[in-house]
């Protein structure tokens, strides 16, 4: 089983960057595809950008932050990072990581994960 927290979130205005970090305790990290979602007030809870678990580390980013984010992951501190840049007010929403163990970034549906943190908070102003 593996715990995750997320970290990094703040209040920016548009076009900042922020780095968000999700920080995983228990075993095995590096067999574990790694996910960040986020959800606004009102709306469902959507893919953001994923990490697999194998030695190329494959990534998949949703179109909305395609070109402004960079997901990327370091085994040895079992941590992945999100750096979100040219933030708009429309990346404002709680953001979540989540981890499957084995898991192909191909799937980016929320019931694919196993493991989930509680979440920072990300608000953009105009």
């Known amino acids: 089983q593996v715990k995750l927290v997320e970290s990094g979130g703040g209040v920016v205005q548009a076009g900042a960057s922020l780095r968000l970090a999700c920080a995983a305790s228990?075993?095995?990290?590096?067999?574990?595809?790694i996910g960040w979602f986020r959800q606004a007030p009102g709306r469902e809870r959507e893919f953001v950008a994923a990490?697999?678990?194998?030695?190329?580390?494959?990534?998949s980013y949703a179109d909305s932050v395609k070109g402004r984010s960079t997901i990327s992951r370091d085994n040895a501190k079992n941590t992945v990072l999100l750096q979100m840049n040219s933030l708009k007010p429309e990346d404002t929403a709680l953001y979540y990581c989540?981890?499957?163990?084995?898991?192909?970034?191909?799937?980016?549906?929320?019931?694919?994960?196993?493991?989930w943190g509680q979440g920072t908070q990300v608000t953009v102003s105009s």
């Open positions: 989540a981890a499957v163990r084995y898991g192909s970034v191909s799937n980016r549906a929320i019931i694919a994960y196993d493991y």
């Open positions: 228990g075993p095995f990290f590096s067999s574990y595809t």
């Open positions: 990490i697999s678990w194998t030695a190329s580390s494959t990534k």
